[in-house]
């Protein structure tokens, strides 16, 4: 049994049109510990309601971020909500404490294979250099960064591959880290 709680922040911005998110998100909705947040149908218009999220990120030890990789970035959504929810005074600067020591897990899939997130490949960058915004937020907020959990050439991937990524995503999820939780 344990304590640790862990937020998953689901971010795509068509979860009915979605084969991935959709499924790696059903994977770990009924963990122990675990809330599953989804931003899209929370959110149609937009307008995030930044209490409420601070107040769930206040509750969970681990944040996940789950997301389609949309132009070598997050989506819009997602975007949206950093924007309007990790404010200063709550997630940095002076009094911003509230994530001081949470950690960070990013669960990304993308259309591209691994291979082509390398210098030489179709995309130039790899995974770890196009995320350093994420890195530098984590930094800035007190958090730490866990490996991210990518699924590369995600719209490719058979049934088998996808069952075989979601098992590896529920077991990241139960396993609780030692160095999270306050
Ligand atoms: C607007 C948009 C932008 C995309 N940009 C990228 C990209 O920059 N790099 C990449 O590898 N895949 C890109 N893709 C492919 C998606 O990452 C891929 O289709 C997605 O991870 C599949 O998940 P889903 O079934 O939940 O939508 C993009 C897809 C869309 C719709």
């Not at 950093?82 to 709550?90: E, I, K």
């Amino acid at each position: 049994m344990t304590s640790h709680r862990t937020l998953v922040v689901v971010a795509h911005p068509d979860l009915a049109a979605s084969r991935i998110t959709a499924a790696l998100a059903d994977a770990v909705t009924d963990l122990d510990g675990v809330t599953v947040r989804e931003l899209a149908s929370a959110y149609p218009d937009r307008r995030v309601d930044a209490a409420r999220e601070q107040e769930l990120l206040r509750e969970h030890d681990t944040i996940v971020l789950q997301f389609p990789w949309h132009w070598y970035s997050m989506p819009g959504v997602l975007k949206e909500w950093m924007d309007q929810v990790l404010r200063y005074g709550f997630a940095y600067g002076a009094g911003g404490d509230a994530l001081h020591g949470k950690r960070l897990q990013l669960v990304i899939s993308t259309g591209g294979p691994e291979s082509s997130y390398t210098p030489t490949g179709h995309n130039r960058f790899t995974m770890a250099e196009l995320l350093r915004p994420l890195d530098a937020t984590a930094h800035l907020c007190g958090m730490d960064m866990a490996e991210p959990l990518i699924l590369h050439s995600a719209p490719r991937a058979t049934p088998e591959e996808l069952a075989a990524h979601a098992a590896r995503y529920r077991e990241l999820l139960s396993a609780v880290p030692a160095a999270a939780g306050r």
